[in-house]
Nanobody, 121 residues
Framework: QVQLVESGGGLVQPGGSLRLSCAAS????????MAWYRQAAGQQRELVAH???????NYANSVKGRFTISRDNALNTMYLQSNSLKPEDTAVYYC???????????????WGQGAQVTVSS
């Protein structure tokens, strides 16, 4: 069974930093595109950052210059380094990945369980 396991959430003061990790586990052939989403209370889930298997990245305007997405393909793990955090970054952060169960072009989309990030003094 394929799973995405997140870690690294918590409480941080405004201006602080946090690093989230998302590791894919189970039996699969390949992890393609990966992304971080977040959902604040009472709001819709939104894309935070996206990274291709080759390392091409893009970011939501609200986090550009403050957040960095990266991945280690050998470990099937993705990271989100979040700096200069603001109260409005408070949300549950979800990792998302397109995973090929066998060699070939077809992938399935998986979600992590979510990690709470709270930015407050």
């Amino acid at each position: 069974q394929v799973q995405l396991v997140e870690s690294g959430g918590g409480l941080v003061q405004p201006g602080g930093s946090l690093r989230l990790s998302c590791a894919a586990s189970g039996s699969f052939a390949r992890v393609d595109d990966m992304a971080w989403y977040r959902q604040a209370a009472g709001q819709q889930r939104e894309l935070v950052a996206h990274i291709t298997r080759g390392g091409t990245t893009n970011y939501a305007n609200s986090v550009k210059g403050r957040f960095t997405i990266s991945r280690d393909n050998a470990l099937n793990t993705m990271y989100l380094q979040s700096n200069s955090l603001k109260p409005e970054d408070t949300a549950v952060y979800y990792c998302n990945a397109d995973i090929a169960l066998v060699n070939g072009p077809y992938t399935y989309q998986y979600w992590g369980q979510g990690a709470q990030v709270t930015v407050s003094s």
